[in-house]
């Protein structure tokens, strides 16, 4: 072979691998859901200049302020009573996706059932809204026949579980679960949080410490209710357990 020939392959070799190289960076590609403390987006959105910059911090948009929870924004941000279902994605171990069924609507004491299914179990809860707060009165576990037990002797007893007071201001603290095992507080509220595409405004976070176990922090949206689950570590880093992915059947207020 003559050198003309050999430098003649070689530049056509290396054009054909420009080629190749073009249209592998220039081919768009999709994410997948990933977790929250990567920085990258939770849900399949093409990537963008924007969020190829986004750090943790851009995922929680955060504007804290001094706030009040009032009654009005009790009821705007109650969990499970403002859809007849609600779909979590968990991203621990626990679970892979949770589904919560709206079953039993509330009656005129405020008291409602839902159903908690998840890829292990099904689990009922019992919860009443009252003036004060929302309470749990009773978790049924395993629940395996769809009954009506608003009024059962389980959810009918005198201990109920504080999961959201009706007031609270930032900063201050009360006591939940069954025998007050647990301490929860009001950090502050988010103007914005957003998961994959869907943005949520005026956030509520509050804090669940307890004995033996490294603090949760859950946050409530208006016009939803819980939207997100996090475990903060020792170091700091808030690890997402379990996000909202999407609602059906919004119910009239």
């Known amino acids: 072979m003559s050198i003309k020939d050999f ?4 530049y056509l070799r290396l054009v054909m691998l420009a080629g190749w190289l073009f249209a592998l960076v220039s081919t768009p590609h999709s994410i997948n859901a990933v977790d929250l403390n990567s920085g990258e987006v939770i849900d399949e959105l093409e990537e963008s200049t924007n969020e190829s910059e986004q750090t943790d911090e ?3 948009e955060e504007n804290d302020r001094p706030v009040t ?6 009821y705007a941000i109650l969990p499970f009573s403002q859809f007849m279902n609600y779909q979590y994605i968990g991203q621990g171990q626990a679970f892979i996706n949770k589904n919560i069924i709206l079953e039993y609507r509330p009656d005129d004491q405020g008291i409602f059932q839902v159903a908690e299914f998840t890829d292990q179990k099904a689990v009922a809860y019992i919860y009443q809204i009252r003036a004060d707060g929302l309470y749990e009165l009773a978790c049924i576990d395993p ?22 007071p009706a007031r609270l201001a930032v900063g201050s603290h009360f006591r939940s679960g069954y025998q007050n095992e647990k301490s929860l507080s ?3 509220q988010v103007d914005q949080v957003a998961i994959g595409s869907t943005v949520y405004s005026n956030v509520v976070v509050l804090e669940e410490t307890q004995d033996g176990m490294r ?4 946050y409530y949206a208006d016009k939803v209710g819980l939207i997100l689950v996090q475990e903060l570590e020792t170091d700091g880093q ?10 059906q059947g919004e119910l009239a207020e």
């Open 7 to 10: 430098n003649k392959r070689r």
């Open 58 to 60: 851009s995922i929680l």
């Open 69 to 74: 929870l009032d009654t009005q924004k009790y």
């Open 143 to 164: 629940y395996d026949q769809v009954q009506d037990l608003r009024y059962s002797p389980q959810a009918s007893g005198a201990s109920a579980s504080l999961i959201l």
């Open 186 to 188: 009001f950090i502050k």
């Open 215 to 218: 603090p949760l922090r859950y």
């Open 238 to 247: 808030e690890v997402t357990l379990m996000y909202l992915n999407a609602t």
